[in-house]
């Protein structure tokens, strides 16, 4: 099945369906580069298996992100928080239904701190 989201998200298709590391990857590679990009929206696909740091980088380059259901582990959540903290332009982010117990709760506070908006709503 194919789901279209909401006009806030990417203009894009994504399928229910998770994808495979392999397009994922070429995904996030092209990401890191593509420095016009505003608005992220990936819910619900599994990104636990991407490197923290290049994930955290690539996140740090967008302005609005929804990554919320996406699998992703300790170490890439708090990456994530301290990348915001150092060197980011996200502004919102929508990290809910991700586990965030692990991540340094002075970093992920610093995090909260540093954007406009958060969703850390079943966190």
């Known amino acids: 099945a194919v ?39 990936v819910p619900e696909i599994r990104l636990s298996f991407l490197d923290p740091v290049y994930l955290a980088k690539t996140l740090s380059n967008i302005e609005e992100i929804n990554i919320s259901s996406c699998l992703l582990n300790s170490l890439q959540a708090e990456t994530i928080m301290s990348h915001i903290t150092v060197s980011s332009k996200l502004k919102h982010l929508n990290i809910s239904y991700n586990k965030l117990t692990d991540v340094d709760p002075t970093i992920l506070s610093k995090a909260v701190r540093e954007l406009e908006s958060i969703d850390l709503g079943n966190t």
């Open 3 to 41: 789901k279209r989201y909401d006009s806030n998200c990417m203009d894009k298709v994504f399928s229910s369906q998770t994808p495979k590391p392999k397009p994922l990857e070429i995904l996030f590679a092209t990401l890191s580069r593509a420095s016009k990009l505003k608005n992220l929206c």
